[in-house]
């Protein structure tokens, strides 16, 4: 029988861990010579201080949050074979929400696999690990996603900034196969991804039922879609009738890809690579308007400390959008930033729209689709907001 090293809470501390959620911070532990000396990702019981289990879950004594749990019993083993429940699991929801086999299969707390996200992209996973835990298990992870999936191609692109706070470096390799540009199956609509060199995994499927949203108001309309990556609102757009869809973006890359999928679509977009606040503002001094704007920004508040510079960026977005939408058209405004709230971000919004002298109705306040599940007792990890207004 195996046992793991066991790290007790501090007294009285560890509430919402108890509570079942799936995190304890460094300060609700005790940290003691030996807890310290621990390499950063090993497996351990969790115990409240008088001694009653909490679990089995990975601790980096380095890191903020200290331990991310795993399992509600203790000694579980960590393996291939708990890997294979947990995503038989995901892939059981998915399977009851989506006809395609395009999705974020793991969503990291969400689907009881902290530190791992996962997107698929038919045959294709691409897989981004974010912590030490789960950096020692990637042997284990993908001899269960070969049991599980069998996909032709395994990428891990294991590049994201978070990475440094768990003392990992960064690095893209194949665990199996190999894959750049794939196509991929949205709303009906085919796009293109480079799943080794665009952004995060090369795709957004956050925003999948906000496209679906926004390509619905679109028919007859004409629409511009700012911070597009590669097309993911415009071209569900114009694939809808929209009567004019122009895409800015400042990566060329990403643009290419979307140039690609238009005509794969056979529908016609324009790809400008342009900054989108001086856009927007070039665009409002030529008195040109759009019946649908989107805005849907990288993150403005990247950290903590970012909250106000970037909740004033949010603002003059808002602003700066709202006053080339057209009478009686729509404004989407989105944040992908954790670190901002939904309550703020709103006021944010709201605040800029009425400096651009425009009033109108939120009509849509939504979030990530259901192949982002967040866990019940972490809604502070249900980053995405995504409004829409209908103006006057
Ligand atoms: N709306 C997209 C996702 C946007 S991600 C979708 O549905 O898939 C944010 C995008 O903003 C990225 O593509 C990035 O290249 C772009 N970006 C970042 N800074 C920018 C700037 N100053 N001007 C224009 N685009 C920018």
């Known amino acids: 029988m195996t046992s793991h090293k066991i790290i007790r809470l501090r007294p009285k501390e560890g509430r919402r861990a108890r509570a079942g959620a799936p995190w304890v911070f460094s300060n609700e532990i005790q940290m003691d010579t030996t807890a310290k000396g621990l390499t950063p990702g090993t497996i351990v019981n969790v115990a409240c201080d008088d001694g009653q289990p909490l679990g089995t879950g990975y601790f980096n004594p380095k890191s903020l949050i200290a331990i991310r749990m795993l399992d509600q019993a203790p000694d579980t083993i960590i393996g291939t074979g708990f890997f294979v429940r947990r995503l038989e699991r ?12 395009f999705y974020r299969l793991v969503h990291a707390e969400g689907d009881g696999l902290p530190g791992l996200t996962i997107d698929r992209f038919d045959d294709s996973l691409v897989a981004q690990v974010t912590t030490a835990g789960m950096e020692r298990l990637i042997e284990p992870l993908i001899a269960a996603l070969a049991k599980t999936a ?42 293109f991804a480079d799943v080794a060199g665009g952004q995060k995994t090369g795709w957004y499927y956050d925003q999948r039922d ?11 309309k004409s629409v511009l879609d700012a911070y597009s990556y590669s097309g993911g609102f415009g071209i ?76 004033k960026a949010y603002r003059k977005l808002a602003r700066l959008a709202a006053a080339i939408v057209a009478p009686n058209g729509y404004l989407l405004l989105a944040s992908c ?31 990530a689709g259901p192949d982002h599940p967040v866990h019940p007792l972490l809604p502070e990890t249900a980053y995405l907001k995504t409004l829409v207004y209908a103006l006057d």
């Open 210 to 220: 906000n496209r679906a949203f926004m390509a619905a108001l679109a028919k007859g």
């Open 337 to 367: 930033s954790h670190n901002i709230s939904a309550e703020r971000f709103a006021g944010e919004c709201a605040a800029g729209i009425s400096r651009a002298n425009r009033r109108g109705a939120l009509i849509r306040h939504a979030g």
């Open 236 to 311: 569900a757009a114009a694939k809808n009738g929209a009567r004019e869809v122009i895409c800015l973006d400042s990566s060329h890359a990403a643009l290419a890809l979307g140039e690609e999928a238009a005509a794969a679509n056979g529908v016609a977009c324009k790809f400008v690579k342009a900054d989108v606040f001086e856009e927007l503002e070039r665009l409002a001094s030529a008195k040109e308007v759009f019946d649908i704007v989107i805005a849907d920004p990288p993150p403005f508040v990247r950290a903590k400390k970012d909250l106000e510079p970037g909740a």
């Open 150 to 191: 069998a996909p032709a191609n395994i990428i891990l692109r294991n590049d994201t900034p978070s990475r440094a706070l768990e003392g990992l470096d960064n690095y893209v390799r194949a665990a199996k196969g190999a894959a750049e540009r794939i196509a991929l199956e949205e709303n009906g609509v085919r796009y």
């Open 90 to 101: 995901a892939s059981a929801i998915r399977a009851a929400l989506y006809a395609k086999p």
